[in-house]
């Protein structure tokens, strides 16, 4: 099955500070979207980005579908961006719907 | 408010005793996702349902069992088989070319 890393693994930022983590992937996707796990385990769904570059306040996604890779971009970073950010894709290979989850981002925001 | 309901947020067992976590969902969605996450990881596929009376075993089925009787509910039973049952189960939600949605999980402890 499709294959997808993230990177860093691990990150600290200070408030304020802007960030960009990644994810990449191993074949074509139908879909890809992005999840913000908080410290008590609640899944949000961020985005749901393909393809192209969507932005929500101060969160914005790129996927760059045909180089296998997709962007998400933190700025003025909060202390309530705290937790973990997943990527998760749908290989054009996969059952409808079938996402594969990457191993995460996990963000610690400092005041 | 539409949304996926979970319950019970903690589950406790014996080994050895099956136990079923629910998972309802009042979106109108058509497919629905069982995940399991173990600390610092990412999430593994179960389970998932496209349509009612029909469902497919995922990456990590061995030990699960579900039902797909109603299209709002995709219970999961966890049974004596599964050999490391304790985890935190995410439920999931989605319809064709929308984002996924989860419910708040399950933690389930078997000693």
């Known amino acids: 099955g499709i294959q997808v890393e993230q990177s860093p693994p691990d990150l600290i930022l200070q408030e304020g500070a802007n960030s960009t983590l990644r994810c990449n992937f191993s074949d074509s996707v139908n879909n890809l979207q992005w999840f913000h796990q908080n410290p008590w385990g609640q899944l949000i769904n961020l985005f749901y980005i393909p393809s192209g570059t969507k932005q929500n306040g101060r969160l914005s996604a790129t996927t760059v579908a045909t180089e296998r890779y997709s962007l998400l971009y933190i700025s003025s970073s909060q202390t309530t961006d705290s937790g973990v950010y997943f990527c998760a894709v749908e290989g054009t290979t996969d059952s409808w719907g079938k996402l594969q989850f990457g191993a995460g981002t996990q963000v610690v925001v400092t005041p | 408010d539409g949304g996926i309901t979970q319950s019970p947020k903690y589950l406790f067992r014996k080994e050895g005793q099956n136990v079923t976590l629910s998972c309802e969902q009042n979106l109108n969605h058509d497919a629905m996702y069982w995940y399991r996450q173990d600390p610092g990881q990412g999430l593994r596929l179960i389970y998932y349902?496209?349509?009612?009376?029909?469902?497919q075993k995922g990456d990590i089925a061995e030990g699960y069992s579900v039902s797909r009787e109603k299209k709002e509910s995709f219970p999961l039973t966890v049974t004596s088989a599964q050999k490391n049952p304790t985890a935190f189960y995410l439920c999931?939600?989605?319809?064709?070319?929308?984002?996924?949605?989860f419910g708040n999980g399950t933690r389930l402890t078997v000693t």
């Open positions: 349902s496209q349509i009612v009376n029909d469902f």
């Open positions: 999931a939600s989605t319809t064709g070319g929308s984002p996924l949605h």
